[in-house]
Nanobody, 115 residues
């Protein structure tokens, strides 16, 4: 059974940093891409960052230069380091993977950027 559990969200001031973690289980973590999405109130869920099994990385334009995605295959965990946070980064952040044609999601972790 695929499980994704996010952690690390919270309240941070503009310009601050947070590191999100997503612990995965139920599949061979080292195979396949992992993604971070976010959904702000009243908005559609958007793709923030992707890391492939071979280390290929892509980012949404809105977070390039500020966010860094990484993975630790030994710990079955994917991370999202978020720096220089802005109020518009406020959202619920979700971890995602696709296995056997099915998309799996974690429960999400709230990130609030506010002074």
């Amino acid at each position: 059974q695929v499980q994704l559990v996010e952690s690390g969200g919270g309240l941070v001031q503009p310009g601050g940093s947070l590191r999100l973690s997503c612990a995965a289980s139920g599949f061979t973590f080292s195979i396949g891409a992992m993604r971070w999405y976010r959904q702000a109130p009243g908005k559609e869920r958007e793709l923030v960052a992707t890391i492939t099994s071979t280390g290929g990385i892509t980012y949404a334009d809105s977070v390039k230069g500020r966010f860094t995605i990484s993975r630790d295959n030994a710990k079955n965990t994917v991370y999202l380091q978020m720096n220089s946070l802005k109020p518009e980064d406020t959202a619920v952040y979700y971890c995602n993977t696709v296995k056997w044609g099915v998309g799996y999601w974690g429960q999400g972790t709230q990130v609030t950027v506010s002074s």
